[in-house]
T-cell receptor
Framework: DGGITQSPKYLFRKEGQNVTLSCEQN?????MYWYRQDPGQGLRLIYY???????QKGDIAEGYSVSREKKESFPLTVTSAQKNPTAFYLC?????????FGSGTRLTVV | AQSVTQLGSHVSVSEGALVLLRCNYS??????LFWYVQYPNQGLQLLLK??????LVKGINGFEAEFKKSETSFHLTKPSAHMSDAAEYFC????????????FGTGTLLAVQP
């Protein structure tokens, strides 16, 4: 079945460390998105990509980076510049008005 | 710019009672509107969406929502709450345009009391 796979489900990061969250889709969707979820704040857009080799900053891009080298993959790197990275991260893809979400990665700073 | 406001961060109903979750939107173009449900530590599941067809949209699990342009609202309802409806609900808007970004409300946590 087609869908989005996020890995790992849980991730722990030490202070000053970069970590990369994986997002893979086999839906043949052109667009992909990364959202950050914090309690009481809903989902906020970090980065999005409409086509391969192109991506744009969302509302809270500082401290994050992405790449889109393949249509199927849109990894998110949380850099040491992100001072408060503990959150739930959701990846999504879309075609037209149809959006599909992954099951999320919970990142915790230890 | 588009935005979504969900009134009430916490809503509590009794089992069997009406569920009403409120959502108002702001959009300069005809919007696409969505309701999602999220269970703890899981992704988002689509309940229903409005894409300029019928203004009364029926979704899964007995939920429905009505698009009211004059009130810029898209409230979610269910006639009779079930214990399994306890979850967090998000309203979202998209312009369906070039960026096609989904903009979310801050969510409403629904509790169902026995």
């Amino acid at each position: 079945d087609g869908g989005i796979t996020q890995s790992p489900k849980y991730l722990f990061r030490k202070e000053g460390q970069n970590v990369t969250l994986s997002c893979e889709q086999n839906l043949n969707h052109d667009a992909m998105y990364w959202y950050r979820q914090d309690p009481g704040q809903g989902l906020r857009l970090i980065y999005y990509s409409q086509i391969v080799n192109d991506f744009q900053k969302g509302d809270i891009a500082e401290g994050y980076s992405v790449s889109r080298e393949k249509k199927e993959s849109f990894p998110l790197t949380v850099t040491s510049a992100q001072k408060n990275p503990t959150a739930f991260y959701l990846c999504a893809s879309s075609i037209g008005a149809g959006y599909t979400f992954g099951s999320g990665t919970r990142l915790t700073v230890v | 710019a588009q935005s979504v406001t969900q009134l009430g961060s916490h809503v509590s109903v009794s089992e069997g009672a009406l569920v009403l979750l409120r959502c108002n939107y702001s959009s300069s173009v005809p919007p696409y509107l969505f309701w999602y449900v999220q269970y703890p530590n899981q992704g988002l599941q689509l309940l229903l969406k409005y894409t300029s067809a019928a203004t009364l949209v029926k979704g899964i699990n007995g939920f429905e929502a009505e698009f009211k342009k004059s009130e810029t609202s898209f409230h979610l309802t269910k006639p009779s709450a079930h214990m399994s409806d306890a979850a967090e609900y998000f309203c979202a808007v998209s312009d369906g345009g070039a960026t096609n970004k989904l903009i979310f409300g801050t969510g409403t946590l629904l509790a169902v009391q026995p």
